[in-house]
Every structure is written in structure tokens, then in C-alpha cells.
């Protein structure tokens, strides 16, 4: 990398915390050597309080941009100049990009799971599905899903700061919609089954499953899946969660977060540069199945 950054180069971050785990810098540098585009993208661990302030740095250093994960993506849009439809409808952003001072905030988690779907064989368009989760990754989700033409989406969530946002999400879809779409209490364990039994697919897109919850997952036991339920789950370090590990188990068939990660970043990179990211290059670079 060394031997391509000049004083042209631009800059591309992603602000987070904690993010020293995250394989962006390593998938976007790589697309850009690739490419031969005069990008770099480097991790900065930034967290609410200090995210007026990183916002600002955007600007003052004339970076390209910006991702956007946690616990940022449903602040950020307060120190922004514009938001997408997309980005607003999820209440949340990922991705920020800076055209002459001009900071808009896209949403690029949604289309990035869908896609990881299709590429896996997975339709579940005109069909149900059960998420976990009402965070900003979990509502951009909800909110692609409902916008390509699943029919009906349950989400599930525990009473947190979260729960609002999943009721305003619920109103939200419901009015702008055909999506129907419900929401139920994750401690009511007997609307889980039901919900999950009735479902094509079965979604976390909790922080369950990863650090500092790894060895955990959002379901009690393994007699709430069964063999023909599809399982995603968006978290991709440790690449095999318990939940994974159990729907393998049962023989159910299941992605985990590396395909909405690549997908998601695809979008950014192309929001970014204007360019396609070579996926097949990726796939082989990342050992993304």
C-alpha cells in the first residue's frame, strides 16, 4: 500500500467503537489496489461523544467520506447536510460521502443483506420472515425487506432503548408499505416459536453471538428451528455463531454476516468512487464462500 499513497491520495474512513475488529481497511484497500484507485481507508475508534467532532474532521481534511457503525449510526444524521430516502426511512446511516462540503448520509446494510440472500439462493421475496434485533443494522433490514417485496416481517426485540425506534419502524412500513409487519416482545418466548414456525427465514441481527455475547444466541434452544428454515445471521466474527452452529445442526441451511458485510461495502465503494467492487476478486480474497 505504501507504494501507492501520495499527496493525491484521498481518504475514506470508518468511525466506530470498538472497531479494531473490523476487515473494511483490509476489503476496500484491497478493491482500490485492485482497481488502481487513489483511495485509503483507515478505522478510527469514535464513539458518540466524540462524533460531532469526527464529523467536522471529514470536512476540515476533504476526506471522500466516511462508514458508519456503532453506536454511531442512528446519531450521526444530526451533524449531517442531507440524508437518502432509504437512510431516512431506516432512521439510521452506514455511510457518509462528501461532495465539495456536501456530507449525505446513505444507508447501504439493507441492499447488502438482501443481496447476500440471492447470491445464497435464498428467496425470500412474497414469503415471511422473523428478525431479531431493532438496531440500525436490524431496521435497515427491515426496511430493504419490506421495500423488495417480502410480504410479512416479525420483529423481535427486547424492551431497551431500541424499542421506540422498532414501533416507529413497525408505522413506518405499515403506512409506506405492503409489508405486514409485527412486533413482539424477544422475553415472549412462545410468540417466538410461533412467529419462527410460520417463517421461510430467521434473522439475528443482534450483537448476540459475537463479544462481549459470544457463545450466545437469541433463541432459547434448537427445538424453535427446523430443517427446511432458512437462518442468517449478520454477525460475522466469529464466523460460525451458536446460532449457526445450531441451525447446522438441525440441518438447516444458513449464511452468516460475511456476505452483507461484502455486499454492504459494495454499495459504499460504489457511492464512493463511482466504481463497481470486483466481487469475485473479493470473494477469493476474503475466503468468502
Sequence with gaps: ?????????????????PIKHTKSPTMHNEAFSYLGLDYAYLAFEVGNDELEDAVKG?????????NVSMPNKTVIHKYLDKISPAAELAGAVNTVVNDDGVLTGHITDGVGFMTSLKDSGIDVIGKKMTIAGAGGAATAI??????DGVAE????????????RAEET????????????????????????SE???SYLFVNATGVGMKPLEGQMVIPDETYLRPDLFVADTVYMPHVTKLLETADKVGCKWINGDGMMLYQGAEAFKLFTGKEMPIEHMKEFLNIK
Aim: include cysteine; charge should be positive.
Design 58 to 66: 471529514l470536512k476540515a481534511l476533504k476526506a471522500r467520506g466516511s
Design 196 to 198: 419462527i414456525e410460520s
Design 142 to 147: 427491515q426496511v430493504q425487506a419490506a421495500l
Design 1 to 17: 500500500m505504501e507504494r501507492r499513497i501520495t499527496g493525491y491520495t484521498t481518504l475514506i474512513g470508518l468511525i466506530a467503537t
Design 170 to 193: 413497525v408505522k413506518k412500513l405499515t403506512e409506506k408499505t405492503n409489508c405486514k409487519v409485527k412486533l413482539f416482545d424477544l422475553a415472549d418466548t412462545d410468540a417466538l416459536r
Design 153 to 164: 416481517i416479525s420483529i423481535f426485540n427486547i424492551k431497551d432503548k431500541f424499542w421506540a
